[in-house]
């Protein structure tokens, strides 16, 4: 009959020495070997506080109806422009030309909020008239609320200028946000809901392009126009207006910010137990060596003497 | 502690392992330099007889080939000798590219005789060694001629190597019929290979029908087929004259006729002649007719050479004795017995018997032009009934520089009657004059389709029930006598703001629609001269007239003003319309001489909200209200040069504007809890992600979950009851 077996388990063995001696220095420096290296080590290796994180959200984007645009005409200087700021009109009174807008904000997957744009501008011409380029602005609401309660004012520009005379300029494209720094993970985030074009500035230079560019990349949240996708279409006829056609999707987006304490806590500890394990399985075999042959002096209770004592 | 001892028994099998698989790969690269699997000098002495294969080149082979063992099909050469190149390096002199002369740093080249010395030999020697005995910078850097004798004798150097075709490609044989080329083409062509263009036409039988979005066909006298065209802009404003109307779908569309010389192209310009859009062709009513047409020729009655008797009987026939001719013609006309189907579930739809040719018979039209009136456009933007009489082409007017009788605008209307097919065109043109500064010609063409079940009365709804976006807002006066709200006669200029001229005026005649959905603003300039500010008087006049301007025929101070809360509002039930409210508006106006206080803009509102099914929300209009902007001090500005040669008492103009709103109020819907709560445990909807995910996304994961799960359960409740299992 062979023998098998059938259980088996583990034996305590117990080291006993005083406080002052070899072997509790030794386990001393063990422990300090075992729990402080795994912390260098997780550290120098980087990553191991999360200082920044990504997290997506869709944001509530609203167009405000606002609008800044100079239609270049034929001719050395020509031109003709309109907003829907009366002050900057007061000012450009002689070329002031008053266009159709229509605007529509689509909510295609019903979630409350709206996904892209639909935008029409029919700018009436005379037929001497003839268009070669356009700058438009157009102001959005921007809302984020997932972490940081993030509200401010964002712009979309369009550009664009032809050697040939336009009768249309379709723009399809999106509504990008760009960040110099994190967002928070908590708190209200206004700085930057502030008008982009002061409407109440009765000054031309506070509606001239470049300063309105200059201010508005210095702050840290911004959102351009993507779209890559436009066309100009020539050959406009006698009594029609030129139409700018611009479809702008509202995308969700990824964003940076500066997670909360315990999120750092938890991804620092989860770093730091793997490395530990590791190191508390070394030092348990080398403290197993060392005691087991006595490299340092101690008094050893073996569990079955204990039970001869007790037979 | 049996933890740590079973995680060091991993480890140091680990290293086992580690250690043995090195050891392996070494033997391995050793065994593969001794031991070859396969005898590929043979594979291609096979692919040489193998016989052409029958396989058709539509389907892809299943498995992919292997080139040593199953070379793709080849045919045998019929004649002449090959090179058989085998395992030879070829191309040992890749710069020799002129016959009979040196080339010029070529040093391998055999016309140079040897004299290279002048030379900077610049060929890339080509070594062929599969050993990995030296390093390969050697091979690189190396031009000289003598042999290296360098061993690096790496690990994985290779020292016998009786496996060499490794290192050399297969030879393939030619291929010299078209089914195995075309079996190497899809073996190893990618998408980027461009096949020949592969698109059917549509095959037409006498049951053939027209279906929503087929093309309507169309036969001019000498029976060539062309398409119903309809012009549309495409990559420019310009019209494109291809465009083809479909069945079913109507369009709407406006392009633009560039004319350089108006004087010459007047009477020569086809799109400018009313008769090129109606004249010179027929509609054929339904694609059934070409059931007659077989390889593009028109194979009719009149190819038969001897009609028999029986049909003639079956032209007075009514329709369901039809399936009688097509056997009786085709004992006598063979090629119509591939025409007809044997399957006959309905009658064709074609009379085979009435048709002599493909121009003039029952199943082609004329464009009736006669039954609408023809409009004309006057020089004022009003259109009027031209004077009745033939439609002629433009004629061109020296004195006035004018060409006139253009075409501006082609309304077809086809009337359609189900499979039958088309069975009424009518056009109406809409025509003008032209002089240069009304070129670029923008033209508008319309193709409407009407049901012959249609009533005379139609009239067209905005939403049913709901406002759908895009769609006019129906709006009405009350009519406190009889209690009915009077419609505009045309539903688009009902509701409307205004519209500025290029030059800023306010337009009183052309306004534009307010649609649903749509935020619009607009405006226009008020002109005023500030020599006439002498008091309210005036300014309560400016301030008329700037409300008249923005307000149009929508000024809502009487009250009786009316908006439809749905899109299929009937005009008797009053109960279904709401009022349009006015809030502050302007009454008076006071100023001075220099000043008026005056409101310069109308902001419309229009609160609107969703109602019905969730799934299914239907726009219902609860609100309109006219907000007026509060009064302010409009000064005439005078700085600068602008006021100084004496221009202060010119025309001064202010910008009023009107804006369109549209605001969803929509209500969200009640919910109701109904038994006394229990405690949920909320948590976030992305708590159990993985296992919805996976369960939503494919039901094996979810079952290999499930399995584990119970696996999981299982053992934990064996060791949680262990104690008490074993005691």
């Known amino acids: 009959m062979a023998v098998y077996e059938v259980f088996s388990h583990p034996e305590l063995r117990r080291y006993r020495t005083h406080l002052c001696s070899k072997a509790s220095l030794l386990l001393v420096l063990i422990l300090f070997l075992t729990f402080i290296p795994p912390l260098f080590i997780v550290y120098r290796s980087y990553g191991f506080w999360k200082k920044t994180d990504t997290y997506r959200e869709y944001p509530t984007i609203h167009f405000k109806n606002e609008l800044l645009m100079v239609a270049e005409l034929e001719g050395e200087g020509n031109y003709v422009t309109y907003s829907t700021f009366q002050r900057y009109n007061a000012l450009e009174q002689s070329h002031i030309r008053i266009p159709l807008i229509v605007s529509r904000e689509e909510d295609v997957n019903g979630d409350g909020k709206p996904d892209n744009l639909i935008f029409t501008m029919e700018l009436p011409l005379l037929d001497t008239e003839n268009i070669y380029g356009i700058r438009l602005i157009l102001l959005f609401d921007y809302q984020l609320a997932q972490f940081s309660t993030l509200t401010m004012e964002g712009m979309a520009y369009i550009s664009h200028d032809n050697p040939k005379s336009g009768a249309r300029y379709d723009v399809v494209g999106e509504l ?131 039970e001869l004592k007790l037979n | 502690m049996k933890l740590c001892r079973c995680l060091s028994d991993l480890f140091r099998n680990f290293v086992i392992l580690a250690v043995l698989g090195v050891i392996s790969s070494n ?200 398409k119903f065209v309809i012009p549309d802009s495409s990559v420019s404003n310009q019209c494109n004259d291809q465009n083809t109307l479909s069945y079913l779908q109507e369009v709407n569309t406006e392009c633009t006729r560039v004319i350089s010389e108006l004087n010459t192209e007047c009477t020569t310009t086809p799109s400018f002649d009313a008769r090129s859009f109606y004249d010179g062709f027929k509609v054929v009513t339904t694609s059934g007719l070409f059931g007659y047409v077989v390889n593009g020729t028109f194979v009719g009655i009149t190819t038969v050479t001897t009609p028999p008797t029986t049909t003639t009987t079956t032209t007075v026939a009514p329709v369901t004795t039809d399936n009688n001719t097509a056997p009786a013609s085709s004992t006598t006309a063979p090629p119509t017995t591939t025409l007809l189907p044997i399957f006959t579930t309905q009658p064709p739809n074609v009379n085979v018997s009435t048709i002599q040719n493909l121009y003039d018979n029952p199943y082609t039209l004329d464009i009736d032009v006669s039954s609408l009136p023809h409009l004309c456009l006057q020089s004022d933007g009003t259109l009027i009934d031209c004077p009745a009489g033939n439609i002629s082409s433009p004629t061109y007017d020296v004195a006035s520089n004018t060409c006139q009788n253009v075409v501006q605008e082609v309304r077809y209307i086809l009337t359609t009657d189900g499979t039958n097919g088309i069975t009424r065109v009518q056009a109406q043109f809409v025509f003008r004059d032209v002089t240069n500064a009304s070129l670029p010609l923008t033209q508008r063409y319309s193709a409407t389709f009407n049901s012959i079940s249609d009533s005379n009365d139609t009239f067209s709804r905005s939403g049913n029930p709901g406002y759908v976006i895009g769609k006019p807002i129906l709006y009405g006066t009350l009519n406190v006598t009889t209690a009915v709200i009077d419609l505009p006669s045309d539903p688009t200029q009902g509701f409307t703001i205004v519209r500025a001229s290029p030059t800023g005026e306010c337009s009183t005649v052309s306004r534009i629609p307010i649609k649903f959905g749509e935020n619009m603003r607009s405006g226009c300039l008020v002109k005023i001269n500030v020599a006439s500010l002498n008091g309210s008087e005036v300014c309560q006049t400016i301030q008329t007239e700037i409300l008249q301007a923005l307000e149009g025929p929508n000024s809502p101070p009487n009250n009786n003003k009316y908006v439809a809360t749905f899109g299929n509002t009937a005009a008797t039930k009053i109960g279904d319309w709401v009022s349009i409210l006015a809030d502050n508006r302007p009454t008076g106006s006071t100023g001075d001489t220099t000043s008026c206080k005056l409101s310069m803009g109308v902001h419309i509102q229009v609160l609107y909200s969703n109602v019905g099914a969730l799934a299914n929300p239907q726009a219902k209009i609860i609100g309109v209200a006219y907000l007026y902007d509060s009064a302010k001090d409009v000064i005439f500005q005078c700085s600068g040069a602008f006021c100084q040669n004496s221009n202060a008492n010119a025309l001064q103009s202010f910008e009023v504007s009107q804006t369109v709103s549209f605001i969803d109020v929509s209500q969200p819907a009640t919910q109701f809890a109904g038994e006394a709560p229990i405690f949920i445990a909320k948590v976030p909807n992305d708590f159990f992600y993985p296992f919805l995910y996976y369960a939503s996304g494919s039901p094996t994961m979810f079952g290999a979950d499930l399995g584990l799960l119970v696996v999981c359960a299982v053992l934990v409740t064996l060791f949680t009851n262990m104690k008490c299992l074993l005691s």
């Not at chain 1, 392009?209 to 406009?236: D, E, Q």
């Not at chain 1, 479809?247 to 910010?257: A, C, H, K, R």
């Not at chain 2, 040196?102 to 080509?126: P, Q």
Request: charged letters at 15%; hydrophobic letters at 30%; one cysteine or more.
């Open chain 1, 176 to 306: 990008r946000f760009s960040q110099k720094e994190p967002l928070g993970h908590r708190g209200v985030e206004s700085r930057y809901n502030t008008s982009i074009i002061d409407s109440t500035s009765i000054y031309a230079e506070d509606y001239n392009f470049p300063n309105i560019f200059k201010n508005y990349v210095a702050r840290n949240f911004t959102t351009y126009l993507n779209a890559p996708y436009t066309v100009w279409s020539t050959g406009r006829g006698a009594d029609q207006p030129f139409v700018l056609s611009a479809t702008i999707n509202y995308p969700e987006q990824l964003f940076d910010y500066t997670p909360g304490f315990w999120y750092l806590i938890k991804w620092g500890w989860v770093q730091y137990v793997s490395v530990l394990l590791l190191f508390l399985f070394i030092f348990d075999r080398i403290k197993v060596f060392i005691y087991q042959n006595q490299l340092v002096t101690t008094i050893v209770d073996k569990p079955w003497k204990q």
């Open chain 2, 27 to 226: 033997i391995f690269i050793e065994s593969a330099t001794t031991a070859p699997t396969n005898a590929p000098t043979t594979a291609t002495n096979n692919a040489t007889t193998q016989q052409p294969t029958t396989q058709p080149p539509t389907q892809p082979p299943t498995q992919p080939p292997t080139t040593t063992t199953q070379p793709p099909p080849t045919t045998t050469i019929p004649s002449g000798p090959r090179t058989i190149i085998g395992e030879t390096v070829i191309g040992q002199c890749l710069c020799d590219l002129t016959g009979n002369k040196c080339d010029i740093n070529c040093c391998c080249d055999a016309d140079c005789n040897g004299d290279t010395s002048a030379f900077v030999c610049n060929e890339k020697r080509v070594v062929v060694d599969g050993k990995k005995c030296y390093p390969e910078s050697i091979f690189v850097f190396s031009n000289s001629p003598a042999t290296t004798a360098t061993e690096s004798g790496g690990l994985f150097c290779i020292y016998f190597d009786n496996y060499k075709e490794r290192n050399f490609y297969l030879d393939p044989d030619f291929i010299l019929d078209i089914s195995s080329f075309n079996q190497y083409s899809y073996q190893y062509g990618n998408p980027s290979r461009q096949l020949p263009e592969d698109i059917p036409d549509p095959v037409y039988t006498f049951y053939s029908y027209y279906k929503s979005g087929d093309p309507i066909y169309i036969v001019y006298p000498e029976e060539a087929v062309g």
